[in-house]
């Protein structure tokens, strides 16, 4: 799974919520947990301090890193998709989370997120796959 940076900065700060419980037992269970670059960056520019940033870095060394093997035109797919979605009347908040569905799309994992972009990302392009948020 592709695990957003929503999910590591509470994972990180918190480690408290239903994503972080499922993250936390994909990790315990050597399951494929990964992170893109921008999801690398949107977290640890969380960190509170350098001390932070760092322990949060060293932490994240062991983490799978997915490299789109052609950036350009993956950024040119997530510019279409911000498009398609301002079309059909939703705006994303972040342009990065049209990149980072790019990405989970291209390596056909699917998305763990706090993020309430993903949901009206994924009503725009059904190959985008999201975990849902355990009941209760």
Known sequence: MLVDSSV?????????????????????AHRFVAL??????ETLQGASSLAVF?????????????LVP????????AAELYVRCRGAGVT??????????????????????????FPRIAAVEPRLRLIERPAG
């Not at 893109?36 to 960056?41: I, Y």
């Open 92 to 117: 994303p908040r972040s342009a990065n989370d049209c990149l980072i569905a790019c990405s989970a799309i291209k390596f056909d994992v699917p998305i763990l997120h706090r993020d309430q972009d």
């Open 8 to 28: 590591w900065v509470e994972f990180f700060r918190t480690n408290d919520g239903a994503e972080v419980f499922l993250l936390t037992a994909a990790l315990r």
């Open 54 to 66: 760092r322990k949060w870095r060293r932490a994240l060394d062991d983490v799978v890193l997915l």
């Open 70 to 77: 052609d950036p350009g035109a993956t950024h040119v797919a």
């Open 36 to 41: 893109t670059p921008s999801v690398l960056q």
